[in-house]
């Protein structure tokens, strides 16, 4: 397969392989899997982060200072996206998602961000294809596990916000759409601009890192009982072990 190929068909079945699985949870009982699905992105999200994309790119620059500013610029950004709202939904518990019916607003909130967020994330699955074929399948798969639980709320609050669960699935349909956009884009643009792609690989390890670390965990820290630690420590330990086995299946 091309570099393109692979680039539109993860974009394509990646998206729509987490919708499907997000709308099951979310509109199913199963949603109380979803505890288990956060600590597994976690560790498939670090476990990207440190062990694939962060060597990759420093393997392709020659500036390992430049390199380690731009992984903190980018976690700078994405707090700042988030507080912006763009990047993700509110998680406060005085946010308008939460009042017990916001006409709608909180739901087309959710759509801007997660459209901004998806369109971003296929331009990161583009530099990492145009770096390293395995490195891109290994992303991918970060990038998937950890849409999954994000869908989730994402269902959850466009239900809340007055929306029929025909409407969520489409609009997250629509939204997923985003993610082979910003593939095909940043292939396009990236094929004349190589020299970009060490400080998007640079991104892509600093949003998983976020995300993982401001985002995912705080959450797993409100269940203190030594059970649900030690299933957390094994679930992030398969997430990274699943990052490790992809990178050795895709060599």
């Known amino acids: 397969m091309s570099v393109l190929s692979w680039i539109v068909t993860t974009s394509t079945v990646g998206g729509l392989a987490s919708l499907a699985l ?6 199913s009982l199963r949603a109380s899997w979803v505890p288990m699905l956060v600590s597994y992105a976690v560790g498939a999200l670090l ?12 393997r392709l620059t020659k500036n390992a200072g430049m390199m380690t500013a731009t992984i903190l ?26 009042e017990s019916h916001d006409h709608g607003r909180s739901g087309l909130m959710i759509m801007i961000g997660n ?27 970060a990038i998937i596990a950890h849409e999954i639980p994000q ?26 759409g985003a993610t082979l956009v910003g593939g095909v884009l940043a292939y396009a643009v990236l094929q004349s601009m190589q020299g970009l792609i060490p400080s998007l690989l640079a991104l892509a390890a ?3 890192i976020y995300v993982s670390v401001a ?8 269940r203190t009982e030594i059970g649900a630690t030690v299933q957390q420590v094994v679930l992030i330990s398969l997430g990274i072990g699943s990052i490790l086995v992809a990178g050795l299946l895709a060599e």
């Open 206 to 208: 600093s949003s998983m």
């Open 47 to 58: 476990g990207a982060a440190f062990l694939e994309i962060l060597p990759e790119a420093f």
């Open 215 to 222: 985002d995912l965990i705080p959450g797993l820290h409100k």
């Open 115 to 141: 459209t901004f967020h998806n369109f971003v994330d296929g331009i990161l699955i583009a530099a990492a294809f145009l770096s390293d074929i395995h490195l891109g399948i290994v992303t991918a798969i």
């Open 22 to 27: 997000a709308g099951s949870f979310a509109l």
């Open 73 to 98: 610029f980018g976690i700078l950004l994405f707090f700042i996206l988030e507080k912006l709202v763009l990047w993700r939904h509110c998680h406060a518990e005085d946010c308008e998602a939460h």
């Open 151 to 176: 869908e989730v709320g994402d269902f959850m609050i466009l239900l809340h916000s007055g929306y029929s669960k025909r409407q969520a699935i489409l609009f997250n349909l629509t939204s997923s």
